[in-house]
């Protein structure tokens, strides 16, 4: 018989578990944002620096299909992981061909959907005509060949549902590292530039793609997909939604709303939009511990629930906050040390160096603030409290954001330091909301344990 690889989170030491869990994750978000972040380093050094703000314009909006997808896979681990948890195995295989089947309509749906929206999109964000005929073929090769990575995501979300987050790694290592050849040749050997980017990007993540679905078919372990049931049970479909679907609104307007941000960069010009654009890729790297966390987070509570052991989930949220507020902590401090060297990576120039600077010494420290969001919203989406979250990051990240940007560049100074900060004033508006909101919603539920008891 063959071993099993799910991990059974509802027994045994709460903060190894976490740990165990959290680390294959992170690593495999390294290397998953090695995707996009090797296309910049390369095209900033061997092409120009129009090229990398070509490219760093076009992170928001790629954001937004890649956002809403991942709520969907947020909804499907859930509920997974609570029959996991529940040792349920009938739902957990109907959840499991639901999800693949709607990942493989889906993932069309989104690739033609690419095609109409890409240079209203750049228009909107008053793309300089310098970037973008750049920004649209990049955006149009690479969003026309999103299947490959929302299919991965999918499969590894189901893997990371049962406790496997390893072998998604393994994965994630061999494809990214084939992904930096496939950049090497098509840009400095067929100098293809952002079209030779963007073609390495969806080659290696439509293999990251093969690679799961084939793992997935051949296990025999009990999350084995089988072809011939694939079907949507509209029950569990709808499950998933109800937990997914605040999460990919949130996800998706939150990055609408990067795309007013990055409107307002450009109007700077090249030099900080490409600073900018070094910085976001910094700044996603460090936040890559509390994402990590989170998804950790949420598989934890949600096996947990599903096994009813509330005390436990509760216990194994606190750990996580730990975690993530300590590791988060040591990275920004190396890097607000290092600073240029880091933006170096990205481009030699000079004026791209000084603005990508001074956007990670204004923000980066208060990304602090922003552990306790994606942990603790992790969290509730565990619980099957997706609507919260929503909610509080929708008026803090959008409204709130927005609303700051609009009267700080009308009324005070339009200047690119005071643009950057909008992102903190997200962050710090929202940790203080999701704060009081988890607190809330804990007392609630220990009041109504306790009342039961009394029933009994």
């Not at 976490?18 to 994750?25: G, M, S």
Request: glycine share 8%; proline share 3%; hydrophobic share 50%.
């Amino acid at each position: 018989m063959q071993k099993t690889t799910t991990k059974d989170m509802t027994e045994g030491p709460i903060l190894r578990q976490l740990i165990a869990f959290a680390l294959p994750l992170m690593l495999g978000n390294v290397f998953q944002m090695l995707y996009n972040t090797v296309d910049s380093v390369i095209v900033g050094n061997f092409v120009s620096k129009q090229a990398l703000a070509a490219i760093g314009s076009t992170t928001m909006i790629v954001n937004l299909f890649v956002f809403f997808f991942n709520g969907f896979s947020v909804g499907a681990g859930v509920v997974i992981g609570q029959y996991f948890g529940a040792k349920d195995l009938k739902k957990l295989h109907d959840a499991i061909e639901t999800t693949m089947a709607a990942t493989f309509v889906l993932s069309v749906l989104f690739s033609l959907l690419s095609i109409v929206i890409v240079d209203p999109m750049l228009r909107f964000m008053s793309t300089p005509d310098d970037v973008f005929g750049d920004a649209s073929l990049y955006l149009h090769i690479y969003l026309g060949g999103i299947s490959g990575l929302l299919i991965y995501n999918m499969g590894s979300g189901i893997l990371r549902a049962v406790g496997d987050s390893t072998r998604p790694l393994y994965f994630l290592i061999f494809t990214s590292l084939l992904n930096i050849a496939l950049d090497l040749f098509f840009v400095l050997v067929l100098k293809m530039g952002v079209a030779g980017a963007a073609v390495a990007t969806i080659v290696s993540q439509f293999l990251s793609a093969v690679l799961i679905l084939v793992l997935l078919s051949r296990t025999r372990d009990i999350y084995r997909l089988e072809w011939r049931e694939l079907r949507i049970d509209w029950p569990i479909l709808r499950r998933v939604f109800a937990i997914g679907l605040p999460a990919a609104v949130q996800s998706v307007i939150t990055a609408f709303s990067n795309v007013f941000v990055q409107s307002y960069i450009n109007v700077f010009g090249s030099d900080v939009m490409a600073g900018w654009s070094s910085y976001n890729k910094l700044d996603m790297f460090i936040m890559l511990p509390m994402q990590s966390m989170a998804m950790a987070s949420t598989t934890f509570v949600s096996q947990n629930v599903g096994a009813g052991r509330d005390r436990r989930s509760d216990r194994g949220t606190v750990a996580a906050l730990g975690i993530t507020v300590a590791v988060t902590g040591g990275i920004i401090a190396l890097l607000d040390i290092f600073a240029p060297q880091a933006v170096r990576l990205f481009s030699p120039d000079e004026g791209v160096i000084r603005y990508g600077v001074l956007f990670i010494r204004t923000n980066v420290i208060f990304l602090l603030f922003n552990c306790i969001n994606h942990v603790l919203a992790g969290a509730l989406r565990g619980r099957g409290d997706s609507r919260g979250p929503m909610v509080i990051m929708l008026a803090t990240f959008v409204a709130i954001r927005q609303i700051y940007l609009y009267f700080v560049t009308h009324f005070y100074a339009n200047t690119p330091k005071i643009v950057g900060f909008g992102y903190p004033i997200g962050w710090m508006s929202c940790c203080a909301a999701e704060l009081l909101y988890f607190a809330v919603k804990r007392r609630k539920r220990l009041a109504a344990e306790e009342k039961a008891k009394a029933g009994d």
